[in-house]
């Protein structure tokens, strides 16, 4: 069976500290993958997503970069973080058949 | 990027409730999706619709694809207090090929 995983659940980092988030997909190949962020109390904002190993689109400019190093691996990054990039930031991968399947999320706190 | 309006932005019911909510939007789906999102977890799939009037149900919960395919709407019966969390419908164009629109989320809390 497929399922996602992401990690780390929790982590709070210094400003202008370094990020690096990672989702990998099992039991699926050549999977659509995404990035969201989501605000407190807010909705879903698409960060980045990717059909395939090393292509990225980004949907709004920011602070943050992605790559897909393998196929079923995807890694959100900064070089250095704000104070506006805190929120919990979710993976998603499409089944290709309806809708997405997300991870449980990361709750990123930049002090 | 685009979302969809959804209404409304949060409810405040009592166990044993019926709730109501509602998605529109300017263009077309081919697909509508309602999600819903326990506190510090992702969002899990409810049920999908993917022909214009269908009503399906899941349980206590019954969603229709709008007949004009600009609109969702999502019900829950007799509520109970696990069904706190955020609710959000989305849309997509085409199977696989079309990333999904979420609407705004509606939050729901029960009293007991």
């Known amino acids: 069976s497929q399922t996602i995983h992401q990690w780390p659940a929790t982590l709070v980092q210094p400003v202008g500290s370094p990020l690096s988030l990672e989702c990998t997909v099992e039991?699926?190949?050549?999977?659509?993958l995404y990035w969201y962020r989501q605000a407190a109390g807010r909705g879903l904002q698409l960060l980045f997503y990717s059909v395939g190993i090393g292509q990225i689109s980004s949907e709004v400019p920011q602070n943050l970069s992605a790559s897909r190093p393998q196929d079923r691996q995807f890694i959100l990054s900064s070089k250095k973080l704000l104070l506006s990039d805190s929120g919990f930031y979710l993976c998603?991968?499409?089944?290709?058949?309806?809708?997405?399947?997300f991870g449980s999320g990361t709750r990123l706190t930049v002090v | 990027g685009q979302q969809l309006n959804q209404s409304p932005q949060s409810m405040f019911i009592q166990e044993g409730e019926d709730v109501s909510m509602n998605c529109t939007s300017s263009?077309?789906?081919?697909?509508w999706l309602w999600y819903k999102q326990d506190p510090g977890e992702g969002p899990v799939l409810l049920i999908a619709l993917y022909k214009a009037g269908e009503l399906t149900s899941n349980g206590r919960l019954t969603a229709q694809f709008g007949i004009t395919r600009k609109d969702s709407f999502l019900n829950i019966s007799a509520s109970i207090p696990s069904d706190v969390g955020i609710y959000f419908c989305?849309?997509?164009?085409?199977?696989?090929?079309?990333?999904?629109?979420f609407g705004t989320g509606t939050r729901l809390q029960v009293f007991p």
């Open positions: 989305a849309g997509q164009r085409s199977y696989n090929t079309d990333k999904l629109i």
């Open positions: 263009s077309i789906f081919n697909t």
């Open positions: 998603a991968w499409s089944p290709g058949l309806y809708g997405y399947t």
């Open positions: 039991g699926t190949s050549n999977p659509n």
